[in-house]
């Protein structure tokens, strides 16, 4: 089992930055992937970034903007997410997950094994 816990979120006035932090704990040396997905009220979760947590190899969605970056520290056992240049279409509760599990879709919500509970962010206009 890998415990995940989310910290960071918080209310910004657009064009803000806000780094989220996702903090691994348990069997996390069995971790192949941790990625960030987010949800909307009213809209399906969707994917923000990934990273596989050996080589560091990020991924993002094809429309991404560049304005969120994914890393990681290792000794941590943490992933983090840095979001710059936000606007309030970026309000949403954004969700830490991992997958042990290689061969899958890094950017597909049912590839991963394990979420974290999920932390807010709002963006105010």
């Known amino acids: 089992q890998v415990q995940l816990v989310e910290s960071g979120g918080g209310l910004v006035q657009a064009g803000g930055s806000l780094r989220l932090s996702c903090a691994a704990s348990?069997?996390?040396?069995?971790?192949?992937?941790m990625a960030w997905f987010r949800q909307a009220p009213g809209k399906e979760r969707e994917f923000v970034a990934a990273?596989?947590?050996?080589?560091?190899?990020?991924y993002y969605p094809d429309s991404a903007e560049g304005r969120f970056i994914i890393s990681r520290d290792s000794a941590k056992n943490t992933v983090y997410l840095q979001m710059n240049s936000l606007n309030p279409e970026d309000t949403a509760l954004y969700y830490c997950a991992a997958t042990w599990r290689g061969g899958y879709s890094s950017r597909q919500a049912g590839s991963y094994d394990y979420w974290g509970q999920g932390t807010q962010v709002t963006v105010s206009s």
């Open positions: 990273i596989h947590w050996s080589s560091g190899t990020t």
């Open positions: 348990g069997r996390t040396f069995s971790i192949y992937n």
